[in-house]
C-alpha cells in the first residue's frame, strides 16, 4: 500500500528558497509519474511540475526558471528558487504509480500526500 509524505515547507522572504521533499513508501513500479501541485486559500489546487520514470518533466509557466523537480530513489524533490508571496500555498505531492504519462493534469494521479505549507513573504 503506497503512501506519500511531505516535508521541508516554511516560510520564508521573497527572493529565498526551499526544497520540497515527498517520500513515497510501499510498493515500487517500473512505470510511474509524479507531480507536484500547490492550492492558496479561495483558489483552486494548481499544477506546479510533474516528472516520470524516464526523468522527462514538465514545468507550469508560473515556476519555469525557478523550480526543479528531480527524484532520487524513493523521494521526490522540489527545489524552489527565488520565491515569490504568489508562491504561498499547500503544496500536495502526487504519483500514478503504474502509469509512466507526464502529466499535469490532478485527475492523473491516485495518491495524494498530507501537504506541506509554504509562505513567502514580502
Known amino acids: 500500500q503506497e503512501q506519500l509524505a511531505e516535508s521541508g515547507g516554511g516560510s520564508v522572504q521573497t527572493g529565498g528558497s526551499l526544497r520540497l521533499s515527498c517520500t513515497a513508501s510501499?510498493?515500487?513500479?517500473?512505470?510511474?509519474?509524479m507531480g507536484w501541485f500547490r492550492q492558496a486559500p479561495g483558489k483552486e489546487r494548481e499544477p506546479v511540475a510533474a516528472?516520470?520514470?524516464?526523468?522527462f518533466k514538465e514545468y507550469a509557466d508560473s515556476v519555469k526558471g525557478r523550480f526543479t523537480i528531480s527524484q532520487d530513489k524513493n523521494i521526490l524533490y522540489l527545489q524552489m528558487n527565488d520565491l515569490k508571496p504568489e508562491d504561498t500555498a499547500m503544496y500536495y505531492c502526487?504519483?500514478?504509480?503504474?502509469?509512466?504519462?507526464?502529466?499535469?493534469?490532478?485527475?492523473?494521479?491516485?495518491?495524494w500526500g498530507q501537504g506541506t505549507q509554504v509562505t513567502v513573504s514580502s
Open positions: 510501499g510498493r515500487i513500479y517500473k512505470h510511474w509519474s
Open positions: 502526487a504519483a500514478e504509480v503504474d502509469d509512466w504519462t507526464l502529466s499535469l493534469r490532478q485527475w492523473h494521479y491516485q495518491l
Open positions: 516528472i516520470n520514470s524516464y526523468d
